[in-house]
């Protein structure tokens, strides 16, 4: 509430009240433009939701760890666009601190300036950097762009938490009116001054009662010193508060209950996101070297086949074998080629698609730890040599006879890893540790606050107001009480008219049954997850010693064609089919290798129990007593 008190004052009375309203609305101004500047606004915003996210990890995750959006300028990214001189489209390429600033820019040391690990890596001129996995897992933290995204949802979803909780705060508010009138349509031209300044806090409970209360002044009276009849010193007071409709903490405190919750869904939703990318990271990681294995076998396989086809043209050439024999090494050797090749684009192709993945550009010079997939392989190795020392010591005696039934074995969990672990214990580990059903577990609540706070807007609202004004009606700056006003206000609204109402009350059902069934849809989704990983992990434990069967029986084959070959009682067909076959098993080897590995993984991030750092590395959960009977 604001009274302008319009006075008459003579021209010198003006000239002194312009005067000094000239200096006050200066003194204001400067005032108010140095009591916060935006990059204090930006500062004090980063303060209050870093001091959010702390708290809600601590609640949600039962931890806290290091938060932060601002991206360091010394990312490896920008590092590699730079260093290896790589294609670029603008100053945006390199970040936002690269920017020119645009006219009217705030003053504001934006982003500030900040260090990262990835300053450590060591780029050499014209040479590739070499990622081993645990690289390449913080690296993606620090680079990717999905991954700077969901940081900067949980940092905003902090922020709305922060303005809902400013609807419960003390709102403070200054300000000022000032009108300037000349009237010339008298004898004599009149000018007269108004200025009225006000400042006021406004607070609402958690109960719906809302206080409100202001000062205010004419301050040209007040500065001119008695230019007018009074100083027009006043003040006010009101209060509201509803009865029905609206009131009650869980009904005008639900915006803020809710912004709460949303925190800690995000909190849980990262965390989540953060397995899923350690996870996504590491498999496309084991493609790239995976299939750099591919094209090892393959170059070996053309080499192979380039030597068989010499040496088919020298046996063709001395009448040894016929012509057709020589054409069909001369095909296989084209084959072999066009597998070496297409190997090699296509490790080229996964490899960019890894990069781009951890948020590194594409055409940087990266490559990868082969000693990755060598630690993963020590197992196959294992496997190998067993069945290749088995090999040598079976003979037609110990074979069974041919007539001999035949009994199918099937697979066991005789030599199981140790997370192939029961169904029934695996299902119950995951149900108490997937945060994402605890989140539509809690949308369930959600829900439920939503029907009441529906089913409250149904009813009648009635709202008890009241407000008293005092003024300084002695002229002497003081406020006094014995001429104040005041009145009282019972507002009552029928709930005659509530279509809107009804229609929004009748969707809140549905939407319960929604997040209800949520739940359920969830519930089913993680036990079919998990019994299809623990599938995936007996099947390639399976694939795994089935692969390196093959591998040793493709060996043995080539090695005995060879022979067979050189003496004449097989064809070179025959010869080319087990390097052929060969070259199979040997990546069906790798890729059971992988799959068993990637297959621990994704079962631990769907138990729940996968646990990723704020640097992106992971900690394996540690399966010790879990019963692995089928």
């Known amino acids: 509430m604001t009274i302008n008190d319009l006075g008459v004052v003579n021209r010198e009375a003006s000239r002194r009240g312009g005067i000094l309203l000239a200096g006050l609305f200066l003194c204001v101004g400067i005032g108010l433009t140095g009591c916060r500047s935006p990059q204090q606004h930006r500062e004090k915003a980063d303060q209050v939701a870093a001091k959010i996210i702390r708290q809600k990890q601590e609640e949600a995750l039962g931890k806290s760890e290091p938060f932060s959006i601002e991206r360091p300028s010394d990312i490896l990214r920008w590092r590699l666009l730079q260093e290896q001189d790589l294609p670029r489209a603008g100053e945006a390429s390199l970040g936002t601190g690269r920017l020119t600033p645009i006219a009217h820019w705030p003053k504001d040391n934006y982003p500030p300036a900040s260090s990262s690990p990835d300053a450590e890596i060591a780029i050499e001129p014209n040479k590739p950097l070499k990622l081993t996995l645990v690289d390449a897992l913080q690296v993606g933290a620090r680079n990717s762009f999905d991954y700077q995204s969901r940081k900067e949802s949980v940092f905003q979803t902090a922020l ?178 066009n597998n070496w090749i297409s190997a090699q684009e296509q490790f080229k192709r996964t490899l960019d698609e890894f990069k781009a993945s951890i948020g590194l550009p594409p055409d940087a010079l990266i490559e990868l730890d082969p000693n990755d997939l060598e630690q993963l392989r020590a197992r196959s190795g294992e496997i190998l040599e067993s069945i290749r020392a088995e090999s040598t010591t079976e003979t037609s005696e110990t074979a069974p006879p041919a007539d001999a039934p035949v009994e199918l074995v099937a697979a066991s969990y005789d030599d199981a890893g140790p997370l192939e672990m029961d169904e029934m214990v695996a299902v119950e580990l995951a149900l108490d540790n997937r945060l994402d059903l605890r ?183 540690s399966p010790e007593g879990i019963d692995h009977d089928s």
């Open 160 to 337: 709305a938490l922060d303005l809902r909780r400013n609807d419960f705060r003390n709102i403070s508010t200054a300000g000022t009116d000032s009108q300037l009138s000349v009237d010339t349509t008298g004898d004599e031209t009149i000018t007269t001054v108004g200025n009225s300044g006000e400042v006021g806090i406004t607070r609402t409970l958690r109960n719906g009662l809302t206080l409100s209360g202001a000062i205010f002044v004419d301050l040209v009276n007040l500065l001119t010193q008695g230019g007018a009849s009074s100083l027009g010193l006043g003040g006010d007071v009101s209060v509201s508060m509803p009865l029905l409709r609206g009131a009650g903490k869980y009904i005008v405190a639900e915006p803020l209950t809710q912004a709460e919750r949303d925190v800690v869904y995000a909190m849980w939703g990262f965390e989540r996101f953060k397995r899923q990318f350690a996870v996504d990271i590491a498999r496309s990681y084991f493609d790239v070297l995976s299939q750099m294995d591919s094209v090892a076998n393959a170059r070996d396989n053309y080499r192979s086949s380039i030597t068989s086809a010499r040496w088919s043209r020298r046996r063709a050439d001395a009448g040894r074998i016929p012509e057709i024999e020589v054409d069909q090494a001369v095909q296989s050797e084209l084959r072999a080629r």
């Open 439 to 621: 989140a539509v577990i809690g949308e369930v609540y959600d829900a439920q606050r939503q029907v009441v706070v529906r089913a409250d807007a149904l009813r009648a609202e009635l709202t008890l107001g009241g407000s008293a004004g005092i003024f300084d009606d002695d002229d002497d700056g003081s406020l006094s009480f014995d001429g104040a006003n005041y009145a009282a206000l019972l507002s009552l609204d029928l709930p005659i008219e509530r279509t809107a109402e009804r229609n929004a009350y009748r969707n809140s059902l549905i939407a319960l049954e929604r997040a209800t069934r949520n739940v359920e849809s969830l519930e089913d989704d993680i036990k079919l997850s998990i019994r299809n990983q623990l599938r995936t992990l007996l099947e390639s434990r399976e694939s795994l010693k089935i692969q390196a069967q093959s591998v040793v029986v493709a060996e043995k084959r080539v090695r005995s064609s060879q022979l067979f070959l050189e003496a004449g009682r097989i064809q070179i067909r025959d010869l080319l089919e087990a390097q052929d076959d060969l070259l199979a098993a040997q990546n069906s080897l790798t890729s059971a290798v992988v799959s068993y590995r990637i297959a621990e993984l994704a079962l631990q991030r769907d138990l729940g129990l996968l646990k990723v750092d704020d640097k992106g590395l992971w900690q394996e959960f």
